[in-house]
């Protein structure tokens, strides 16, 4: 009988391989100048047709830096004040780091530029998504998690719209990130599950 220790590995691997399989894939669709495929060309017009400047701007108010900053202050605050240290130390650091990959790794391998920046995967989205799916990782009450997925999904859907109408950013440039930023949350947040349990196990045998 397989254990729940098992099971959940399992589950976290099929995440983290999924999403690392989107990212990878969508580069593939990009045309040899790396401009809008046709998914973004025929979204960007709907949207544009459809979206006003101050909705797109309402739209993309979630990816805002202090509006993250936020989330990631009130995601540290929550275990914090449970005595859940290392959870804490974890929610902290792995959007942080999983920007640090996306900026200096993901972006140059792809290097699809938009504008003067590398815009593929979002770098807005990432640190929007890690944020919340560390948040989800890390908390132990399993409706907390499906409402945290629920707007998760939303706030995405919301970006790709603005994102759009604002020039910033393809839809699959969301989309990317999204995907990203899920696999690597995940990815890191079980890395620091493992470590916790090594340091666990190495104090407990002295």
């Not at 995967?121 to 499906?146: K, Q, Y």
């Amino acid at each position: 009988m397989i254990d729940s220790a098992t099971r959940s590995g399992a589950l976290r691997a099929t995440v983290i391989a999924a999403g690392a399989a989107v990212t990878a894939a969508i580069p593939a669709t990009f045309p040899a100048d790396g401009g809008p495929t046709p998914l973004d060309a025929a979204m960007s017009t709907r949207i544009d047709e459809a979206v006003s400047p101050t909705l797109g701007q309402w739209l993309v108010a979630p990816s805002n830096g202090p509006v993250v900053l936020l989330a990631l202050i009130a995601g540290c605050a929550w275990f914090a004040l449970r005595r859940r240290w290392w959870a804490a130390l974890t929610m902290l650091v792995v959007p942080e780091v999983a920007v640090a990959i996306n900026t200096w790794v993901l972006k140059p391998v792809w290097e699809r530029q938009l504008h003067d920046y590398l815009a593929y995967p979002s770098g807005h989205t990432v640190h929007l998504v890690t944020v919340a799916t560390a948040f989800a990782c890390l908390v132990r009450d399993l409706r907390a998690r499906c409402v945290i997925a629920a707007l998760t999904v939303l706030a995405v859907l919301a970006l790709v719209v603005g994102m759009v109408e604002r020039d910033h950013h393809y839809p699959t440039d969301v989309l990317g990130g999204a995907a990203a930023g899920v696999s690597m949350a995940v990815g890191l947040c079980w890395i620091s599950q493992m470590l916790r349990t090594h340091a666990r196990r190495a104090s407990s045998s002295r």
